[in-house]
């Protein structure tokens, strides 16, 4: 595992105090688990850009574009249901006040200009995606069969020397099971470690 793998900026108080789970909670997503983002884009070129898939209020987000801002500067898509997966997903992740809260703390750290949300099922974004992705990151539907739909959709994008990245590598979920069963057996991939519940690795150069 190389270094700590975790970029601790300025900006950390503010990012660690962003709501992230249901209710009122900061713990959707950890601090280091934050930090691990950061550092993730901080690495990634210009010309590519950072996709998350689950973006919900935005923490995570934010971490990835601070992250990014401190680095080579690219730009970050969040890709989520937001209003739109009323019916399809928990009621705390299609709320309007979810999607006001994403808008809010985007805004609060000065982000509005190095984020573009896409209020659009992972899937259906995919298709329209043409530009390499040097950050992709995962934490949409935790279930095997649509995990490894965002997998197998998106991870075409990703160049060799790129970063991808999973919330909640745990027996839990489903998440363990793509990696564990897909993603390692390819070949493709160099697993970097896992920082919380977070896993990531960087494609092969061959």
Not at 1 to 30: F, H, K, Q, V, Y
Not at 66 to 77: E, I, L, N, S, T
Not at 144 to 153: G, P
Not at 175 to 186: A, G, N, Q, Y
Request: glycine letters at 10%; a neutral charge; aromatic letters at 10%.
């Amino acid at each position: 595992m190389p270094e700590d793998m975790r970029l601790i900026l300025p900006e950390n108080a503010a990012l660690c105090a962003l709501l992230s789970g249901a209710g009122n909670s900061t713990r959707g997503i950890w601090d280091e688990e934050g930090q691990h983002l950061s550092w993730l884009a901080a690495r990634v070129p210009a010309n590519q850009g950072i996709v998350e898939i689950g973006s919900h209020k935005g923490k995570s987000t934010c971490f990835l574009a601070v992250g990014a801002r401190a680095g080579k500067g690219a730009h970050v898509w969040a890709i989520d249901l937001w209003t739109a997966g009323a019916g399809r997903t928990y009621v705390h992740y299609s709320a309007e006040e979810t999607w006001q809260t994403f808008q809010r703390q985007v805004e609060s750290m000065g982000l509005s200009e190095a984020i573009t949300p896409v209020q659009m099922d992972s899937l259906a974004a995919a298709k329209r995606r043409r530009r390499p992705i040097g950050l992709l990151f995962i934490d949409g539907d935790h279930h095997y069969r649509a995990c490894l739909a965002d997998y197998r959709a998106w991870e075409k994008f990703v160049p060799a020397g790129g970063f991808i990245a999973f919330h909640d590598y745990s027996p839990r979920y489903g998440v363990k099971r793509v990696i564990d069963e897909v993603l390692m057996p390819s070949g493709q991939w160099q697993a970097l470690g896992q920082v919380g519940r977070i896993w990531s690795a960087v494609r092969s150069l061959c």
